[in-house]
């Protein structure tokens, strides 16, 4: 007898244990999906005792293989299995969903070792795509990823997105295991049963693609050793299931999805009653240490005072200089690193860049992928493309993740590229993200120090670049950091205080200066730090000066302007508050003319000033 034979008979009970103790952790939540979870058990089971790699009594060992479910809405599959290999106990899992307590209805972090939070189908894939990566390039340490997807999320455009990366990156360290259980929410998928199309399409995309019963417990095993062996390029298994296997008034059958079942005592019997099996999962091999990167050192760039320099560009020569700092730093673009300019970083340091093509939720995935390791990733676009990862940004932040975006090329100073290439959304969206930070440099040696910053501040930090030029106006030895602001000019006749970011700031001090020769006194405020604003300055200025504006190349809603007013509007009896911001639809154009046309250059801002003032 083999010892696969003898270990199928423990296997079998594993697995009836893990879909057993699925129906009970839901039951008592009266709400959760165990008939997604009993599609899977007999995959995990098997999974679990043979095949994975993880210390679970030590789960931050870098050598730990990685486990993600994609199809987090299999949470009681996955609590199921923590408590088979020790790591909750049975009082735990029946808490699944309760408040206060660490198993959510879709996994998070909140657990240990679930490296981040999955439920928002088409993420848990190129997510470990991003830890393949990191294992192979940067921590260069043998862990395997492994994947557990669902049919229905094979719609998903961000899966084939990692579909396609992977292949292209050959990680042979990275296994997905599809559960075709051929039923969705509200009917069969569109594919259903037929996996040698879903066969067809991994192959074409250069995967190994491994069709099974995925209720045979030997044809499991074999398969999952044939995918360790792989070499050069990774692998899929297309797993054929029943949802709500093993108990006959939910097997196979629709419109279970998403419930509890009617009769769990039943169901319990019928699977044989409650187990208290524990498996003891394989420990990592290995003793090696994650690999680190040699740095030469150096000093950030600076430019001096009057230089005309785009902060793109300065992003992309501080990233460069952060990283022969700090071997823990990379960054990743979506093919447009000439233009965001951390193609400065790519060539500096070609084996910590990662180019994700125009592939914008694999890059942000990845970049969540490697920071489950430690590393310090940097993604960077054009600013309107980040929208196309937003649902990536926003679960990013439910998975505690620490995570880095530039957006380029934001607003109508672009100029001729046209409204599909300008992000007039963007500080709204990020602002909105929960802990997130946004920042809005005027000048390149802000930008260089915001760049520095970034790399230590927790949760997502969004830096917004600029296509033109801009005239450095601060000094290489001014300070500046998450949270400030810097006051341009001011002077004690001030009656006005104008609230400006990025492109907006030469605008306005060019008003100043007008309004100046009329003897009208303006202070302005570059606030360069969006979220968190500097609220210290605001509200000195709320006291000083008789009007307040703020002028942003962005839609007025959420941007600069309701950052200033959620500071203002509580203050009783404060100055009027006039708020300039793109309003219509812009056109290709000159950067100039684009402005005055939108209503935010030096003209406008002046005659704002004077309105406001009854000038």
Not at 132 to 138: F, I, N, S, T, V
């Amino acid at each position: 007898m083999t010892d696969r034979q003898r270990n199928t008979p423990f296997r079998h009970e594993l697995a009836q244990q893990l879909r057993v103790d699925s129906v009970r952790c839901s039951a008592k939540a009266g709400s959760g999906h165990p008939t997604s979870s009993m599609s899977a058990a007999d995959l995990m089971a098997v999974l679990l005792d043979g095949h994975l790699r993880l210390d679970y009594a030590e789960p931050e060992n870098p050598r730990n293989d990685h486990l993600i479910f994609s199809k987090g809405h299999a949470s009681p599959l996955y609590y199921s299995m923590l408590k088979a290999v020790g790591a909750i106990t049975d009082d735990e899992l029946l808490s699944f969903r309760r408040f206060g307590s660490r198993l959510e209805g879709h996994p998070t972090p909140r657990i240990p070792p679930t490296d981040v939070a999955t439920g928002s189908l088409g993420q848990g894939m190129p997510i470990g795509v991003g830890l393949a990566l990191a294992g192979r390039d940067l921590d260069q340490l043998p862990y395997r990823i492994w994947v557990l997807c669902g049919d229905s999320e094979l719609a998903e455009g961000s899966i084939w997105e990692g579909f396609e990366h992977a292949a292209y990156a050959g990680l042979d360290n990275l296994t997905v295991i599809v559960d075709v259980n051929r039923l969705g929410q509200t009917r069969e998928t569109m594919v259903g049963w037929d996996l040698d199309r879903y066969a067809a399409m991994a192959t074409a995309f250069g995967w190994h693609a491994i069709t099974l019963d995925g209720h045979d417990l030997d044809a499991i095993d074999a398969a999952l050793s044939e995918a360790t062996a792989t070499k050069g390029k990774p692998t899929v298994l297309f797993a054929r299931t029943m949802k709500g296997r093993g108990v006959a008034a939910v097997e196979n059958q629709p419109g279970k999805h998403g419930k509890p079942l009617t009769d769990p005592d039943q169901a319990i019997a019928e699977l044989g009653g409650e187990r208290d099996l524990t498996v003891e999962v394989a420990r990592p091999a290995s003793d090696a240490q994650p690999h680190e990167f040699a740095t030469s050192g150096g000093e950030l760039p600076t430019w001096a005072v009057g230089e005309s320099v785009a902060t793109r560009e300065a992003y992309g020569e501080a990233l460069a200089a952060l990283g022969a700092q700090r071997g823990d730093v990379v960054a990743l673009d979506g093919e447009v690193s000439n233009s965001t300019h951390s193609d400065l970083f790519a060539k500096a340091h070609p084996e910590r860049y990662f180019e994700m093509f125009i592939a914008e939720q694999q890059m942000i995935a990845a970049a969540v992928g490697m920071q489950v390791r430690g590393w310090t990733a940097f993604a960077s676009t054009f600013a309107a493309f980040l929208s196309r990862a937003y649902d990536f940004v926003r679960m990013a932040a439910i998975s505690r993740a620490n995570l880095r975006l530039c957006g380029s090329h934001a607003g109508v100073s672009i100029g001729e590229d046209g409204p599909s290439q300008m992000a007039l959304e963007d500080m709204a969206s990020l602002r909105a993200v929960h802990g997130s930070t946004v920042l809005h440099p005027s000048d390149a040696n802000q930008t260089a120090q915001l760049v520095a910053a970034m790399a230590d501040r927790p949760g997502i930090s969004y830096l917004r670049t600029l296509r033109g030029k801009t005239e450095v106006r601060t000094p290489p030895d001014e300070p500046v950091h998450i949270g400030g602001s810097r006051t341009v000019r001011q002077a004690a006749a001030d009656r006005a205080t104008v609230f400006a970011c990025g492109v907006t700031v030469d605008e306005a001090v060019a008003a100043a200066a007008k309004l100046a020769e009329e003897g009208i006194a303006v202070r302005v405020v570059d606030c360069y730090s969006v979220k968190p604003i500097d609220a210290v300055a605001i509200r000195r200025a709320a006291m000083d000066t008789e009007v307040l504006l703020t002028v942003e190349d962005h839609w007025p809603e959420g941007g600069l302007g309701d950052a200033v007013a959620e500071v203002v509007s509580p203050i009783t009896g404060g100055p009027p508050l006039i708020r300039l911001a793109v309003r219509e639809m812009p056109t290709s154009g000159t950067p100039a003319e684009l402005m005055a046309a939108a209503g935010i250059d030096a003209d406008a801002i002046a005659d704002a000033v004077r309105r406001g003032l009854g000038s």
